[in-house]
């Protein structure tokens, strides 16, 4: 989200821990302080959020998992089109190739509003491995981008996926 890495003395971030998904072949951190939710049954679908302290949107990534057909650009363009037409006011601020977990992937800046009105800004990291599709996204109120910006870059950083079994048999 910024230029700001953990280490870089602007702004402390807090401990982490590592949750793993898919028998240990992707984990990524999240600050210890978190909830951790599976949201699917099956694992395809895992994320933590800040604890609820007041009435504001909590922040959160979500790491999802997802059989795709044809190219990574393809996948995204049609991600990209579907999140325009169900999320109010989206708007698409930027987007770049980057290494996700060692692989080509892909980086979205996006905006939108919340049904109550809140501002929200989402960044998601997404790449294509053997024909499974792995998102990591984060959102976060926008009015507290700067502060949390350096939690969210540390939790991208540290995204890991092994190929082998990454793909369910």
């Known amino acids: 989200m910024t230029d700001v890495h953990p280490g870089s003395g602007q702004v402390p971030t807090p401990r982490l821990r590592t949750m793993s998904v898919r028998g240990g072949t992707v984990s990524f951190a999240v600050p210890e302080h978190w909830v951790a939710i599976e949201l699917s049954p099956d694992g395809d679908v895992v994320a933590a959020v800040e604890p609820d302290d007041s009435d504001r949107f909590r922040t959160n990534v979500v790491l999802t998992f997802a059989d795709v057909q044809g190219s990574l650009a393809e996948w995204q363009r049609t991600t990209q089109h579907l999140e325009s037409q169900e999320l109010d006011g989206y708007l698409l601020l930027d987007?770049?190739?980057?290494?996700?977990?060692?692989?080509?992937?892909?980086?979205?800046?996006?905006?939108?509003?919340?049904?109550?009105?809140?501002?929200?800004?989402?960044?998601?990291?997404?790449?294509?491995?053997?024909?499974t599709g792995i998102t990591l996204t984060a959102r976060v109120a926008t009015l507290r981008l700067t502060r949390l910006a350096p939690v969210l870059d540390a939790v991208a950083a540290s995204l890991v996926m092994r190929t082998d079994g990454l793909v369910p048999a």
């Open 95 to 131: 987007h770049e190739e980057i290494t996700v977990g060692g692989h080509v992937g892909l980086r979205r800046l996006t905006t939108h509003s919340t049904p109550a009105h809140e501002s929200v800004t989402t960044e998601s990291w997404t790449t294509l491995v053997d024909g």
